[in-house]
C-alpha cells in the first residue's frame, strides 16, 4: 500500500483482485489463533502465490486488520493474528453482518 496512492477503503478492497475474498475469509476464522499465510488463503479459497502477488498480507497490516506476530528474523512462514479490535476488522464485520441480515 505504501507504492499506491489509496484514498479510500473502498479503493484499497478494489485496488487488489483477491482482497475482498480475502477480507471475507478473515472473517470466516477464528479470531483467537494465529495464521500462516497458507492459512488465510486456504480460508480465503485463494492460491497462496496469487496473494503473494498482489502483497496484501502488508496492505491488510498496515490498515490494522492483521497483527503480525512471528519472529520475522526466523525462516518461518509469517504468522498474523486479526486485530478483531481494529477499526477496519470492526466495519468489515459489521457490513458482511447486515448484508446477510437481509436474506
Given at each position: 500500500?505504501?507504492d ?10 478494489a ?41 496484501i ?47
Open positions: 500500500m505504501d499506491k496512492t489509496v484514498t479510500s477503503g473502498w479503493e484499497l478492497v485496488a487488489e483482485d483477491e482482497a475482498a475474498t480475502v477480507i471475507a475469509g478473515l472473517l470466516s476464522v477464528d479470531t483467537a489463533r494465529e495464521y500462516t499465510r497458507s492459512e488465510i488463503a486456504e480460508a480465503a479459497g485463494v492460491p497462496l502465490k496469487t496473494l503473494y502477488l498482489i502483497d498480507f502488508d496492505d491488510l497490516e498496515s490498515v490494522g486488520m492483521l497483527d503480525r506476530v512471528d519472529n520475522s528474523a526466523a525462516d518461518s512462514e509469517a504468522s498474523y493474528r486479526i486485530n478483531e479490535d481494529s477499526d477496519v476488522y470492526l466495519a468489515a464485520k459489521q457490513f458482511d453482518q447486515a448484508v446477510a441480515s437481509l436474506e
